[in-house]
């Protein structure tokens, strides 16, 4: 299980960027496909992007094009570069490991997860 913290969420106009960081301490990072996920006021948590531990990606449709995730195995670092932010994407938004690539339930605990607001 990994224990993650979340940074670099902040308040952006809309159009800006913005790259938020994942660190988690275990060297079993490396192993797992992990996920961005997000929460809005009122919503439910939901899988915004994903990447295996060999770096393939795939994307929610509402942020596709727009979002891109990695990730650095050597610093167990994953990243989240933000463009284009709409106001939709305001939310708390968290990393978490995946069960398996299709099996997108998160596997651990819950990080404090970091908010991004897109307000002008």
């Known amino acids: 299980q990994l224990h993650v913290v979340e940074s670099g969420g902040g308040l952006v106009q809309p159009g800006g960027s913005l790259k938020l960081s994942c660190v988690a301490p275990e060297n079993t990072f490396v192993t797992y496909t992990m996920g961005w996920f997000r929460q809005a006021p009122g919503k439910q948590r939901e899988l915004v992007a994903q990447i295996s531990s060999g770096g393939i990606t795939n994307y929610e449709d509402s942020v596709r094009g727009r979002f891109t995730i990695s990730r650095d195995n050597t610093k167990n670092t994953l990243y989240l570069q933000m463009d284009s932010l709409k106001p939709e994407d305001t939310a708390v938004y968290y990393c978490?490991?995946?069960?398996?690539?299709?099996?997108?339930?998160?596997?651990?605990?819950w990080g404090q997860g970091t908010q991004v607001t897109v307000s002008s």
């Open positions: 978490n490991a995946l069960r398996t690539w299709s099996d997108r339930r998160p596997l651990g605990s």
